[in-house]
């Protein structure tokens, strides 16, 4: 396995240079993360927990087993089990054997590698500070070479940079997406504020009569209540036209 690593160690290297100077999304640095980790360490589990700024709790985010419904919900504080001790310590944990007895492991029961033998634990580091923790698992005993160690700690303390610029790529798209539907939905409340004015108008209803009325016809049209009103609208305006003329 050492020969294996060190015969690939270039091409890892080479593969971390491009990722980081990518511009992937935060999933595909994950995914990439998983990958060069069962390339480096033949594993037969990894795992790849995130920092969540909101509440500083650990959330598992990638995963190369499948976990659907565990993704984004599995968390723990810093401090807690051997990945909170890790992202708390900024240290690598590697335990040969045995993994669960270690005092600091915590056993999540929807984790099957928690029942696994050898576990590597190393933190995604970023500007000197742990984003998260990648955890590799072997089924059997394992003593994990120093080149091991070396390399997937190299892997943490790259690829933590790369996926905090992602994140913040992340979160800047989706406030850019939320201003864009929050402006959509103004300019839907304006229009239908006016279409309702000229039914009330029109017909002598009362603002809520005005409003379901446009929401019924809606409903029973099948379409947006916007399009409508805007329709409501463009008549009340050719209309007017038609009389002026």
């Given at each position: 396995?050492?020969?294996?690593?060190?015969?690939?160690?270039?091409?890892?290297?080479?593969?971390?240079?491009?990722?980081?100077?990518?511009e992937?999304?935060?999933?595909?640095?994950?995914?990439?993360?998983?990958?060069l980790?069962?390339?480096?360490?033949?594993?037969?589990?990894?795992?790849?927990?995130?920092?969540?700024?909101?509440?500083?709790?650990?959330?598992?985010?990638?995963?190369?087993?499948?976990?659907?419904?565990?993704?984004?919900?599995?968390?723990?504080?810093?401090?807690?089990?051997?990945?909170?001790?890790?992202?708390?310590h900024?240290?690598?944990?590697?335990l040969?054997?045995?993994?669960?007895?270690?005092?600091?492991?915590?056993?999540?029961?929807?984790?099957?590698?928690?029942?696994?033998?050898?576990?590597?634990?190393?933190?995604?580091?970023?500007?000197?500070?742990?984003?998260?923790?990648?955890?590799?698992?072997?089924?059997?005993?394992?003593?994990?070479p120093?080149?091991?160690?070396?390399?997937?700690?190299?892997?943490?303390?790259?690829?933590?940079?790369?996926?905090?610029?992602?994140?913040?790529?992340?979160?800047?798209?989706?406030?850019?997406?939320?201003?864009?539907?929050?402006?959509?939905e103004?300019?839907?409340?304006?229009?239908?504020?006016?279409?309702?004015?000229?039914?009330?108008?029109?017909?002598?209803?009362?603002?809520?009569?005005?409003?379901?009325?446009?929401?019924?016809?809606?409903r029973?049209?099948?379409?947006?209540?916007?399009?409508?009103?805007?329709?409501?609208?463009?008549?009340?305006?050719?209309?007017?036209q038609?009389?002026?003329?």
């Amino acid at each position: 396995m050492v020969e294996v690593m060190d015969a690939s160690q270039v091409d890892v290297l080479h593969r971390i240079s491009s990722i980081v100077s990518s511009e992937l999304s935060l999933d595909e640095m994950l995914g990439e993360v998983l990958g060069l980790t069962v390339q480096v360490t033949a594993c037969d589990a990894c795992l790849v927990y995130l920092i969540e700024h909101g509440t500083g709790e650990i959330v598992l985010r990638a995963s190369q087993l499948p976990h659907a419904k565990e993704l984004d919900v599995l968390r723990m504080n810093v401090g807690e089990g051997v990945t909170g001790w890790v992202a708390e310590h900024k240290s690598v944990v590697a335990l040969g054997s045995r993994a669960g007895a270690d005092e600091r492991f915590k056993v999540f029961p929807a984790l099957i590698e928690d029942t696994y033998e050898a576990f590597l634990s190393v933190p995604l580091m970023s500007a000197g500070e742990a984003i998260g923790v990648i955890n590799v698992h072997h089924r059997k005993p394992r003593q994990h070479p120093a080149e091991e160690i070396s390399l997937l700690t190299f892997i943490g303390e790259q690829m933590g940079g790369a996926i905090s610029r992602a994140r913040l790529e992340d979160a800047n798209n989706r406030l850019q997406e939320e201003t864009a539907e929050l402006k959509r939905e103004l300019e839907t409340r304006k229009v239908v504020e006016r279409a309702k004015g000229i039914l009330q108008r029109s017909h002598g209803l009362t603002e809520e009569e005005a409003y379901l009325r446009l929401r019924n016809e809606s409903r029973r049209m099948r379409r947006p209540m916007k399009d409508l009103a805007e329709a409501i609208i463009l008549a009340e305006e050719l209309n007017r036209q038609r009389s002026e003329t």
